[in-house]
T-cell receptor, first 112, second 111 residues
C-alpha cells in the first residue's frame, strides 16, 4: 500500500545514547516533515525538507539532526538522547501543502 | 505568523446527538485548513480540508466543517455521534513550511 513508513515503531534508549528514526514515502512527494507529539501539546514541527537536498528547522529542532537521503527517505537523528525527548514521533509527506499530508504510524520513543 | 486555537480540550456528547468541535485560526495569508483525527495509539488520518473552494466542506464518516472568514473559524460538526467517533481531533493550518496544529480536542462519546 502506498504511504509513509516509519521504523522502528517502538524504542527505549538510555540517556546519552544515539539513534536514527527512519522514514520513507512511495508517493513521489517533494516535501517531508518530522513532528513530535506530546500530551496536551498537539504536534510540533522538528524539521522539514521542502525538496530533495534541502532541510530547514521547525519549531523545536534542538537536539535533533535530519538527512534527506533522496526523494523517498528522510531520517531523524538523536545524537545524545535526553529524557525530554521521550515522545511519539511522526513523519509526514506532501505533494503540496494545499493537498494535505500523509502521516506515518509513528515511533514511540522512551528515554530513561 | 499563524496559529490555531481549539477552544475545547475535551468535549463529551451522548451517542446519537450532534457534535461540535470549535477551531479559530489566525493567518496572514489565505489559509489551507484541515481537520485530522487520531484514534488511540494510531497515526493521524485526514478528515477533511478547506482550500479556498466551497466554504462548506464535507469529509469522511459524516463530518463536515464550515470556513467562516469573518469569524476566522473552521468548526467541525457531525449530526449524530457514533461510539467509533471517540478520538482526538486536531485543527490544522497549512503554509509552505509545514502544518501548525491546534492542541487537540478529545471527543468522548457517552453510551
Amino acid at each position: 500500500n502506498a504511504g509513509v513508513t516509519q521504523t522502528p515503531k517502538f524504542q527505549v534508549l538510555k540517556t546519552g545514547q544515539s539513534m536514527t528514526l527512519q522514514c520513507a514515502q512511495d508517493m513521489n512527494h517533494n516535501s517531508m516533515y518530522w513532528y513530535r507529539q506530546d500530551p496536551g501539546m498537539g504536534l510540533r514541527l522538528i524539521y522539514y525538507s521542502a525538496s530533495e537536498g534541502t532541510t530547514d528547522k521547525g519549531e523545536v529542532p534542538n537536539g535533533y539532526n535530519v538527512s534527506r537521503l533522496n526523494k523517498r527517505e528522510f531520517s531523524l537523528r538523536l545524537e545524545s538522547a535526553a529524557p525530554s525527548q521521550t515522545s511519539v514521533y511522526f513523519c509526514a509527506s506532501s505533494e503540496t501543502p494545499e493537498r494535505g499530508y500523509t502521516f506515518g504510524s509513528g515511533t514511540r520513543l522512551t528515554v530513561v | 505568523a499563524q496559529s490555531v486555537t481549539q477552544l475545547d480540550s475535551h468535549v463529551s456528547v451522548s451517542e446519537g446527538t450532534p457534535v461540535l468541535l470549535r477551531c479559530n485560526y489566525s493567518s496572514s495569508y489565505s489559509p489551507s485548513l484541515f481537520w485530522y483525527v487520531q484514534h488511540p495509539n494510531k497515526g493521524l488520518q485526514l478528515l477533511l480540508k478547506y482550500t479556498s473552494a466551497a466554504t462548506l466542506v464535507k469529509g469522511i464518516n459524516g463530518f463536515e466543517a464550515e470556513f467562516k472568514k469573518s469569524e476566522t473559524s473552521f468548526h467541525l460538526t457531525k449530526p449524530s455521534a457514533h461510539m467509533s467517533d471517540a478520538a482526538e481531533y486536531f485543527c490544522v493550518v497549512s503554509l509552505a513550511d509545514g502544518l501548525t496544529f491546534g492542541k487537540g480536542t478529545h471527543l468522548i462519546i457517552q453510551p
